[in-house]
């Protein structure tokens, strides 16, 4: 048996934004409202970290900025895309080439997403 969905663009599509804030609970709460008990609470800590680096990282906490989320599902699959408004930035190393070019890992307070 094969299964089809329709592509993303045909989908219904739900959004949301709001002023760069790290105030978060309520977003999420909309975010993960149709997501499955048994898997909210991962998903909601990997939502609010894209939340969070967008407001914070991208548009520096700006409340003159936006952050916006679109998000759809079909059966057990659920899209989520978070845009900022920030100018975006150079990634300093790629994993790979910590052990290749002596590229040193970052460990700060920051970072889980990269």
Known sequence: MVAT????SQRKWGSL???STLYLYPVL????AEVPKPWQA????GLQEALVNAAK???QLDPAKQ???RYTSVGSNYWWIVKDQGKGFAHPCRCEDFMLEGC???FGECGRGL
Request: without cysteine.
């Open 5 to 8: 969905s329709p592509p993303l």
């Open 42 to 45: 991962e998903i909601r800590l």
């Open 17 to 19: 934004s709001f002023v």
């Open 104 to 106: 040193t890992p970052h």
């Open 57 to 59: 990282h991208g548009n």
């Open 29 to 32: 709460d909309i975010l993960v």
């Open 67 to 69: 952050v916006s989320v």
